[in-house]
């Protein structure tokens, strides 16, 4: 439809302080990531450890369930995931739930950020971060998959990487250990109920990583695909003041 695309075409125009959106609505790490993955797809890209041959689905924006949903007083939600990768199904119309399949042999999320750090903590539990709570969403719907890789990773610009020592925070050791304590104030009968013990032992198997946007787009081979990539990583970053 050409009225969408003169639109975001306004953010590129020749009056770019007044276009006809907020240009990081579309430069921005959700659109950043998106145009990464089905490229990466597209050309099988292996990094650090993720073969995106294995990749056969991918969404964004899916709510994806976690071992506390049901879990009284300091229930919490589903999470919206940022990317979900792998064998799986999500009906958008229904719930827009992610349902891991029976015999599923891959499946991970990616949180996405351009400037922003990984959030500290929950309302009730501060010391339970972002990450810690997508690592128990993983392993929650996939602990009885014996044969089911998983992953989870962080990417971001270089720079904040760094800057947020997000290797720090990722660190599976300490990731499990939140999940462990978030389970403690619960009691013994809801931790089995929540099968604690096979989900704590399945995250012991994620492979946990962080990416930088940087060697991403490096390891594009499409000559065309990565100037494109790297334009559009570009104006991602002036957008969102990224120095």
């Known amino acids: 439809m050409k009225n969408i695309t003169d639109i975001i075409k306004s953010i590129d125009s020749n009056f ?3 276009p006809n959106v907020n240009p990081t609505l579309i430069y921005n790490e959700g659109w950043m990531t998106r145009l990464l993955v089905k490229q990466s797809m597209i050309e099988k890209t292996k990094l650090k450890g993720l073969d995106f041959g294995k990749i056969s689905k991918w969404t964004s924006e899916a709510l994806i369930s976690s071992p506390f949903v049901k879990a009284g007083q300091y229930r919490e939600g589903y999470t919206r995931v940022d990317m979900a990768l792998g064998d799986f199904v999500v009906n958008y119309i229904k719930s827009g739930k992610i349902i891991i399949s029976e015999r599923a042999k891959i499946f991970g ?8 750090n990984l959030s500290k903590g929950t309302k009730y539990f501060k010391d339970y971060n ?7 969403c993983i392993c929650s719907q ?9 992953f989870f990773i962080v990417v971001a610009p270089q720079i904040k990487l760094e800057k947020h020592k997000i290797d720090n925070q990722i660190d599976l050791q300490n990731m499990i250990q939140q999940i462990r304590n978030r389970f403690k104030i619960y009691s013994v009968s809801y931790q089995a109920q929540q099968n604690m013990d096979l989900l704590l032992s399945k995250a012991e198997t994620c492979s946990v990583k962080s990416w930088s946007y940087e060697e991403w787009i490096d390891a594009i081979v499409d000559p065309n695909s990565k100037e494109l990539l790297s334009v559009f990583y570009e104006k991602a970053k002036k957008w969102n003041k990224i120095k």
Do not use: H
Request: aromatic share 8%.
């Open 16 to 18: 770019p302080n007044f």
């Open 142 to 150: 996939t602990y009885d998959k014996k044969n089911c890789e998983i």
């Open 130 to 136: 972002q990450a810690s709570r997508s690592l128990a």
């Open 109 to 116: 999320i990616i949180e996405a950020k351009m400037g922003s």
